[in-house]
T-cell receptor, first 111, second 115 residues
Framework: QQPVQSPQAVILREGEDAVINCSSS?????VHWYRQKHGEAPVFLMI?????EQKGHEKISASFNEKKQQSSLYLTASQLSYSGTYFC????????????FGKGTKLTVNP | DSGVTQTPKHLITATGQRVTLRCSPR?????VYWYQQSLDQGLQFLIQ???????AKGNILERFSAQQFPDLHSELNLSSLELGDSALYFC??????????????FGPGTRLTVL
């Protein structure tokens, strides 16, 4: 089942922060985060494999709450280069190892 | 550049036709995944191959089929094409078969337009 991402879109000014959420109705083994710029391929940001795990990537970090079956992506002090669509992909526990992606959150960072 | 190559970049064809999309994974990667991306549906997982064998299946239509060859490149065949098949098709690769544990490297995609 497809994870639900929120919000669907967000507009920021440079330097502002944002949080993107990803929720699943299934128990999760892992959560992936990818960013896709317009007309380009998705690019990997990070994987979270354990409940409670937090990872960071420059000023972009994420957390995984296994009990709530959700993950959040945190973008701090946003830069113009952060603009794009962010997708979470989830693998359910005991599943077939396939990733199911959410519909994406479009982030626009303006000067 | 992810190291994953896809050909062709663009494909325009008519309804009812058959096309083949090709993907070469990164050197050393054994898994290949195919995704369909349309405007309002995000990335839809179609199928995964690992070292020549089908590993996982998603929402792949019966009109679509795929295979992975001994040299690890993969082809996605789409037949009896319909207007709704117009989309961006991505191939991705990863080192091993367990997709949830390793990042996937996406190719540049093939944009299919069915007229």
């Amino acid at each position: 089942q497809q994870p639900v991402q929120s919000p669907q879109a967000v507009i920021l000014r440079e330097g502002e922060d944002a949080v993107i959420n990803c929720s699943s109705s299934k128990a999760l083994y892992s959560v992936h985060w990818y960013r896709q710029k317009h007309g380009e391929a998705p690019v990997f940001l990070m994987i979270l494999l354990k409940g409670g795990e937090q990872k960071g990537h420059e000023k972009i970090s994420a957390s995984f709450n296994e009990k709530k079956q959700q993950s959040s992506l945190y973008l701090t002090a946003s830069q113009l280069s952060y603009s794009g669509t962010y997708f979470c992909g989830t693998e359910k526990k005991g599943g077939s190892e396939k990733l199911v992606f959410g519909k994406g959150t479009k982030l626009t960072v303006n000067p | 550049d992810s190291g994953v190559t896809q050909t062709p970049k663009h494909l325009i064809t008519a309804t009812g036709q058959r096309v083949t999309l090709r993907c070469s994974p990164r050197s050393g990667d054994l898994s290949v995944y195919w995704y369909q991306q349309s405007l309002d549906q995000g990335l839809q997982f179609l199928i995964q191959y690992y070292n020549g064998e089908e590993r996982a299946k998603g929402n792949i239509l019966e009109r679509f089929s795929a295979q992975q060859f001994p040299d690890l490149h993969s082809e996605l065949n789409l037949s009896s094409l319909e207007l709704g098949d117009s989309a961006l098709y991505f191939c991705a690769s990863s080192p091993l078969g367990t997709s949830g544990r390793y990042e996937q490297f996406f190719g540049p995609g093939t944009r299919l337009t069915v007229l």
